[in-house]
């Protein structure tokens, strides 16, 4: 898969509001990972809708998920967040014509 159709992937998983609700909820939540059954609680949907969201989520890498004992903990994947934001700014300054001298709206100044 390349990048381009992998941030795809990651897009159209965002693009569900429950994903992208779930996907906050698990960025604020602790270092160590959110529980499977405190991300149920706060959501309020049934276990099997809430692992097909999740395992969406993972499947694109904005979640890790490990088990601890039997329970399982999601983390946001900061890496994979951070370069679908990447990719979002690449060239942004360039206006589209490769010169950093034409302003956008993401870089007024032309900088």
Not at 5 to 29: C, D, M, S, T, W
Not at 63 to 90: I, M, N, P
Request: proline residues 7%.
């Amino acid at each position: 898969m390349t990048p381009m159709e992998q941030n795809a992937e990651r897009f159209k998983a965002l693009g569900h509001p429950l994903r992208l609700f779930i996907l906050r909820l698990v960025v604020q939540g602790p270092e160590g990972g959110t529980p499977a059954g405190e991300i149920q609680e706060r959501v309020g949907i049934p276990a099997s809708t809430l692992s097909h969201h999740l395992a969406c989520l993972a499947s694109t890498q904005l979640l890790r998920v490990e088990r601890d004992g039997t329970t399982l903990r999601y983390r946001a994947d900061f890496q994979s967040l951070h370069a679908l934001t990447d990719y979002l700014w690449q060239d942004c300054c360039s206006g589209g014509q490769g010169s950093a001298e034409v302003p956008t709206p993401c870089c007024p100044s032309g900088n």
